[in-house]
């Protein structure tokens, strides 16, 4: 099915920390723009982060300073840091990958319609 999988999701307070990761098999990540987008019901998928394949990065304003994203190409991963977590933050996370339109792009642009390839999401939850 899936050729992205991502992991690490879960429910933490106010203030903690979570780390995400996504595993790529059909993918070589150090090739092409990689992103993780969130969603809640009833509002559009929004972008918080990407990389481009020379490791170039982007976030959401809504992010910046708390979460940081990178990539282990040798182990074709990319993860998400997650830190001062907020309440807003709950959200389905997913990891996306562009195609050959996106290899060349950096940064990247946090924009779905650049990303052809999505994970299966991974629940985050922030409690007060």
């Known amino acids: 099915q899936g050729q992205l999988v991502e992991s690490g999701g879960g429910s933490v307070q106010a203030g903690g920390s979570l780390r995400l990761s996504c595993a790529a098999s059909?993918?070589?990540?150090?090739?092409?723009?990689m992103g993780w987008f969130r969603q809640v019901p009833g509002k559009e998928r929004e972008g918080v982060a990407t990389?481009?394949?020379?490791?170039?990065?982007k976030y959401a304003d809504s992010v910046k300073d708390r979460f940081t994203i990178s990539k282990d190409n040798a182990k074709n991963t990319l993860y998400l840091q997650m830190n001062s977590l907020k309440p807003e933050d709950t959200a389905v996370y997913y990891c996306?990958?562009?195609?050959?339109?996106?290899?060349?792009?950096?940064?990247?642009?946090?924009?779905?319609?650049?990303?052809?390839?999505w994970g299966q999401g991974t629940q985050v939850t922030v409690s007060s």
């Open positions: 996306a990958a562009s195609g050959v339109l996106g290899s060349r792009m950096s940064p990247c642009p946090t924009e779905a319609r650049v990303f052809g390839s």
């Open positions: 059909s993918y070589t990540i150090g090739s092409t723009c």
């Open positions: 990389i481009s394949r020379g490791g170039t990065t």
